[in-house]
């Protein structure tokens, strides 16, 4: 069992920056694929980006790429999500995800994944 607890949104005015945390519970962190996803109001659930068990291999959706980032400390059963240059169509809350059974470009769908967090809320305004 994995628990994932997100941090770090809030109201930021477009073209800034904000850092998202998501702290994992649990011996074996390193184990595990992460992944980034957000769902705004009215809106399905979509991917964002993920990082494999490793950090060697990210994954981006073309929306963030360029803008945002995605890095892990495993030491620190920590992942990351630098958010750059942010744009008004980027609020929603975001979610982060574990998984430690798939690779590549199944990471991108949210169906691979089996533990979730409960959200963050970011909020850009123009």
């Known amino acids: 069992q994995v628990q994932l607890v997100e941090s770090g949104g809030g109201l930021v005015q477009a073209g800034g920056s904000l850092r998202l945390s998501c702290a994992a519970s649990?011996?074996?962190?390193?184990?595990?694929?992460m992944g980034w996803f957000r769902q705004a109001p009215g809106k399905e659930r979509e991917f964002v980006a993920a990082?494999?068990?490793?950090?060697?291999?990210?994954y981006f959706a073309a929306s963030v790429k360029g803008r945002f980032t995605i890095s892990r400390d495993n030491a620190k059963n920590t992942v990351y999500l630098q958010m750059n240059s942010l744009k008004p169509e980027d609020t929603a809350v975001y979610y982060c995800?574990?998984?430690?059974?798939?690779?590549?470009?199944?990471?991108?769908?949210?169906?691979?994944?089996?533990?979730w967090g409960q959200g963050t809320q970011v909020t850009v305004s123009s």
């Open positions: 995800a574990a998984d430690r059974r798939f690779s590549g470009d199944s990471l991108s769908v949210g169906e691979t994944y089996d533990y």
């Open positions: 990082i494999n068990w490793s950090g060697g291999s990210t």
């Open positions: 649990g011996r074996t962190f390193s184990l595990y694929n």
